[in-house]
Structures are given as C-alpha cells and as structure tokens.
C-alpha cells in the first residue's frame, strides 16, 4: 500500500460526510483510512458511525473514551499502519480535498526522494455554504505551509488572505513544513528523525506538534514543500465563534511548547544569527503573562523542571540528527540482515533473555540484528537494559501498550532481513547454536515458511505448542466446565495433537507465536501479523496464512529453547470473573469473534 490516510475525529461527527465525498473521488486509490473517534460525545459518536457505515472508502473505525489529544491520537493511529506502507496523509474531519490531491503530493515524493513532507494549497472551506453550488469553498488561503521569523515565531504562509492576493509560484516551492491540517509524510524519513519510532512528541498533546516535526526533520537534511496544484479546503473551527476556547486551553500549551522547542531545537549560535530575535521575544511573552496571568509563569517553571530531563535528552537527540544532517537518506537505510530477532515487551523483559540471546547470535555464522520494541514498560528503562547486554540493538520505546501483532510488525518492518526470529521477552535461549540450527533448517528445506523450535518449561516439561487450527466452540471448551467432559477432554487432545508423533518434525496447523522462525520474502508478502488482533489469534491467523500460500508450517525437534508460557488470560478459573477482571481474557474472547468473521467459521483444509 502506498499510503495510509489517518483521521483522529473529536466531535466533528457532520463534517464526515463531506470528507468521505471527497475521498470517494480521489483519482489515485492505493491507500487504506483509520479513522479514530477520539473520545466524541454521544450524539458525534452516532455520526461518525452512520458516516462510516454509509461510506464505500477503504476504511476502520477505532474508538478511546477519553480524548487523548491530537499527537497521540495520530502516534496511535500511526502504529495501525501497514508493514511498507511509503507515507502518511493526516486529515482533518472539518476539510475536502479536490480528487487530485493525494495522486499529486504521492508524485511529488515519489520522484524527490530527499522530501520529507508535502503540504498542498488549504484554502478556508466556509460550511454553512456547502450546500450551494461552489460547495463552500473560498479562495481564502489557510495554509501555504510553516514559516519561521527570526523571532523563532511560526506562522501559516498566506493565512487570511485572498489566493489572489498571495504570490505563490505554479511549480513546488520550499517550505519550512507543513502545517498539520492534511499533510503528508514520508514514513521513512519520520522513522529515521524519530527518537521513539513515533510520529508526534506527544509532550506537545495538540500545539506545536508539527512545528516540532518540521524541526526534526529539516534537522536530520530533509526538505519540505508546498505542492501548489493540490488543492483542498479546510474549515478552521478554532478560528470561528463557534468553538470558544479559554485561554487555559490553547493559549498556555501554545505558550510552553513553543519555549519548549526553543529549548530542544535552536543551537546556542542560531541565537545570533538566523534567531536572534527569539530571546527578546520569549522573555517579552513572560512579562506579558505575568502581568496578565501570573498562574502561566508558575505552570511554566513546574511543567518545565518536570520534564526537563527529557527535553535535555531530546536536545541531544536534535544535535545528533544537525551533526549527522544529509546521511538520513530516503527511503531509510534500513540495515541488512540474515536474521532479525524481533522482542516486544511490556514489563516482561528479563535479562537472561537478552544474555542467552547475545550468546546465541555470537555462534550464528551469518549476520543477525535484534529490534526490541517496548510498549511503555513501567518495571525499568527498556533501552538502559539492553544496552548493558546488547549494545547494537535497536530499542523503540512507546508510549502506550498498542499490542503484540502490531508492534512486532513495527519491529520487524524497521529491519530488511532473509529471515525473521519472532521472540517472546520471557525466554531462553539454552543452545547457543539455535540460530544456526534454524537457519540452516530453512536453507535445507525450500518448501517450509515457517519453523519453531520445541519450547520446555522452567521444569523441563514439554508446551504444546503445536497444534491443529481452533473450530469455532473452541475457546468455550477452553474456558469453561466443558473441557472436564468427555467431548471436551477429546477435543483438547485433538487440539493439542497428542495424537502426534512428536519424536521427529511435526508439520502443524500453527505454532504459537512464542517462538516463530519465518522467511523474509514470506513474511513480507503476507504483511507480517494482522494488526487487528490486539493480544492471542495473530498467530493462527499468520500460519493459516502461511498454509495458503503454498508453504509449510513445521515443528521440529532438533532445536529447543526454554519457555515461561504465563497464561495470563487463564489466571482465575471462574470464566465470568476471569472475562470481568482480566484484559488478556477479554482479548482473547474479542480476537476469537474477529478470527471468526475472517474466516468466515470455516475450518482449514489441513485441519484433519
């Protein structure tokens, strides 16, 4: 897919209807939306389920309950990306584009590979007209892209002025970046400026965000530009009477970020040259609001002490994309590998691990990486850990749990690899010839995809691990009273294959995803795990996936690491409390209806 469009909807509910009209008519169609309903009271959430359900686009519906702000709704939204996905087009509810827009700024970053970001013409797209013939729009410009002053100050190029009014050149033309109404960004080129592998600072919450993306990417060599013959229109609501804001609302947060910014991206030297206006400036702001709001001084100083630390350390980040400025080259040089051992974790990663591991690829003859995604572990610093154990691994750390399929297809995308060595964070590796022994298995064996190792518990007992495919009762025998029954106790048999011989390689339905060894060219033409599948099913759904295109799906004997296996959704035994009080039961039950709808209760052919 070449792009992903994302759309974080906060009580915008009536503007959908408009927006998908203008998609349906977009000339170019390789692009899939997710729209996230960002915690819209009851009568806009209605809406925006009746605009989705009415709309023929590509498209999914999230929701959160509580509003969690424009940069974290776009980082969450980020991460719903598909593996190889180019770019990204953030919209707003409240615009349209014209049917050229997305094909125009997609060509241009095509064929300019240094490009990082594309804004096109936004003009003001006045509402309560869009019923007439001209549909609401004006040739009032919006944005023209970001522009900064020496006084470090960012405004919207020709905002409030008449398209006439406004010299613009016909062909592309620099910009400092976009704004963020509906631009479009090269995933890569965020990957390589991003210190967290996010898309938005998320200490920005809704202001100045994109200000500090342009920051980071024009840091890093990349450029940006306004594409002058895509044309859209957007209806500014913060600037209407129709949404009074306080000032405790935009003018504070606007205030902050902008000296936060100051702090993290200006150099000590730029503030003699090209912002030397800026010190004058900030410090007439502070005497501005400490005779009008004395309060904003005081949240100033607390907010800034708190996250000092962090500022400092993004700091560091920007001098380091500035000292390396024009060697993040688009798209992003992803290194080469033979094997890429991907880790997500969340509060689980146990230092054994990552020692057993480095052992491991220290006896692999080939070339191996290893990319450990956190989803905001609470427990310890995830990249300080595995610093002290694997210095050259690649550690992204989220702010938010955002699910195991998702965030291993991050992971895995953030590598080139021939092989891919999905890991839980709760294993051993007991033989330092593992890789080697797994590697070599694929080699020898063209016709098999996907291989896992024989997994033993800390006791030494075998985990099954190896099962045939789920029927649809499965999780009720599971769950509940029915599995001491005899149906229930021979279904479970027959899940588990005991049946089987396991003292040789076992072709199998799947495997769990504890522990997978899958080809490269495989794993990327089945676009890595589904990402609708939070937590449990991921798995099956990718060795189904696997069986279909024609490879195999093998246990094998003769390579073996050593496995915690939690059951975290198994912990209490009563079914209606485990469902009430445990969030890995809840996924399981709600991944179990989603594998269902997909494929359609029909069992697979292998299942036997």
Known sequence: ??????????????YLPYLFASLECQTMYDWHLHVLDNASDEENSRLIREAVAASSISLSLDRVERNIGFANAHNRLFTMRPV???????????AILEPNFIKQLVAYLDTHPSCASVSGQILRWDFSRC??????????????????????????????????????????????????????????AVLASSPDGALFDTAYGSYKEDVELAYRLRAAG??????PDAIAYHRRTFRTNEVNRSEQQYAYPSFRNHLWMDIVHLPIGSLVTNRCLVIPAELAKIVYWIAKRPSFIVRLFQDTFTHWADLIRLRKHAKYLRTHRGTFTAPYPKPNADVNIIIVSHNELSIKTLQSLQTAREHFSGISTVVVVDNASIDYRANELIATVIPDAWVLLRNGDYGYGRSMNMGADWIDAKAYFILNPDTILDDPEILNQLWAYLNTHPDV????????????????????????YQPFIQRTSLRQTAFGKR??????MKDADRSR????????GSAMFIRGNLWKSLHGFDDRYWLYFEDIDLCRRVWQSGNRVVCTVNTQLRHAHGHQSAKIKNTLINILK?????????????YLRKWKFISHPRSH
């Open 449 to 472: 995809g996907l291989v896992g190792p024989k997994l033993l518990g800390f006791d030494g007992v075998l985990q099954d691990t190896c099962r045939r495919f789920p029927s649809w």
């Open 84 to 94: 190889h996905t180019d770019y990204v087009l953030l919209l707003n509810d409240d």
């Open 1 to 14: 897919m070449k792009i992903t469009l994302q759309l974080s909807c906060y009580n915008g509910g009536r």
């Open 222 to 227: 990349f450029t940006s530009m306004l594409v």
């Open 582 to 594: 445990t969030k890995e039961t809840r996924s399981h039950l709600m991944s179990w209806q989603k």
């Open 131 to 188: 019923k007439k013939t001209n549909k609401g729009k004006t040739d009032i410009v919006d944005s023209l892209g970001l522009a900064v002053g020496l006084h470090g100050f960012v405004r919207d190029v020709g905002a409030g002025q008449r398209l006439t009014k406004t010299y613009i050149s016909s062909s592309p033309t620099p910009i400092f970046g976009p704004s963020g109404c509906l631009p479009v960004y090269r995933i890569s």
């Open 491 to 496: 279904y479970i048999q027959y899940f588990l």
């Open 505 to 512: 390689d076992l072709d199998a339905d799947w495997i769990q």
